[in-house]
């Protein structure tokens, strides 16, 4: 195991940030650690960075005690942290060779700033740099070393769709790599996309851990269903456990709470009929939709996050 952790626990005084926490990461792919503000996730992450102490429990990064053993981890581990600070008068490739001579190899400036898509900003001050290429700079100065374990704390904080489509695509190609990375994350939507794993933290307590479609099937609500056939028909019986809802142009919508039995039911009424399928649509409950049966309402927990 890449990360493993037993009954992880964190006090500051009366507040408990973690409780108990364990949990074992294997090697490769992305797994992505959701919550909200205060749930413990940044707590979480800097103990597996060596930044911040146990109150109690066992914690391992890459067999490495994260306090007894710091020199050897950093030498092994890529962090991004939330907010980084560069000495903003270098330029970009500068700031990778300073950054470089911290370790004893690097992967070379020219490849990182290939990988991170900063070739032509190479020769450009840091102060110059937009957010989103701010972003891939820390990114880059992660994975300058090839590390073995990647740890990212809100890597796309702030940024525009493209921006983050840019950071989204470096991820998919570490992972490719082989790679294991850890994302922490606001974002619901880009844990679905990213994660082969995802951990949900409330209130310093794993309260969901599995891969996304193992979540979503633990997601309550109903599935959308739209169909359109080429025939006239009445709608109301034609998707077996499905509630028709009404039309969206020559679509006809409906409602269900098992999809997969909607569509085997449609299958065989259109077989019976002698009806002709054009045009089929499914829109699943969300990752979105369990956070908010787990957590809350995820607009709310935005407005946390935005005024913290």
Same mark, same amino acid.
């Given at each position: 195991?890449?990360? /493993? ?5 964190? $006090? ?67 962090? #991004?942290? #939330? #907010? ?50 701010? /972003? ?23 940024l525009d769709p493209i921006a983050r489509r840019a950071i989204h695509?470096?991820?998919?190609n570490l992972k490719a790599m082989g790679k294991t990375i850890l994302?922490? $994350? ?15 933290? *409330? ?10 479609? /193992?979540?979503?099937? /633990? ?27 009404? *039309? ?6 409906y409602r269900t709470r098992d999809s997969t039995a909607a569509i ?8 019976? $009929?002698?009806?002709?399928? =054009?045009?089929? *649509? =499914?829109? *699943?409950?969300? =990752? ?21």
């Open positions: 195991m890449v990360i /493993q952790v037993h009954s992880l626990t964190k $006090s500051y005084e009366s507040v408990h940030a973690l409780r108990g926490l364990s949990i074992d990461i294997a090697e490769g792919g992305i797994v992505g650690l959701l919550g909200p503000n205060g749930a413990g996730k940044t707590t979480f992450v800097e103990i597996l960075e060596g930044l911040r102490p146990a109150t109690s429990g066992s914690v391992s990064v890459l067999g490495l005690d994260p306090l007894k053993n710091p020199v050897e981890l950093k030498r092994r581990l890529g962090v #991004q942290l #939330q #907010q980084t600070e560069f000495p903003e008068g270098l330029t970009v490739e500068e700031t990778f060779r300073l950054f470089g001579s911290f370790y004893p190899k690097t992967l070379g400036v020219a490849k990182i700033l290939e990988a991170v898509n900063l070739t032509e900003k190479r020769r450009d001050a840091v102060l110059t740099l937009s957010g989103g290429q701010k /972003q891939r700079l820390a990114l880059g100065l992660a994975t300058l070393h090839d590390p073995e374990l990647l740890i990212l704390d809100e890597p796309t904080s702030g695509e470096i991820l998919r994302i922490s $994350s606001h974002y619901l939507d880009e844990i679905e996309a990213l994660a082969d794993r995802v951990v949900i933290l *409330r209130s310093g307590e794993i309260v969901a851990d599995g891969t996304p479609l /193992q979540l979503l099937a /633990q997601a309550e609500g109903a599935s959308t269903l739209w169909i359109e056939i080429d025939k006239p028909v009445e709608p109301e019986n034609l998707v077996p456990g499905a509630a028709f809802e009404g *039309r969206d142009g020559a679509l006809l919508r085997v039911g449609l299958g065989a009424a259109l077989k019976a $009929s002698h009806a002709t399928l =054009l045009d089929l *649509r =499914l829109k *699943r409950p969300t =990752l979105e939709d369990l956070y908010v049966q787990l957590i809350g309402d995820p607009a709310a927990v935005r407005e946390i996050t935005e005024a913290a």
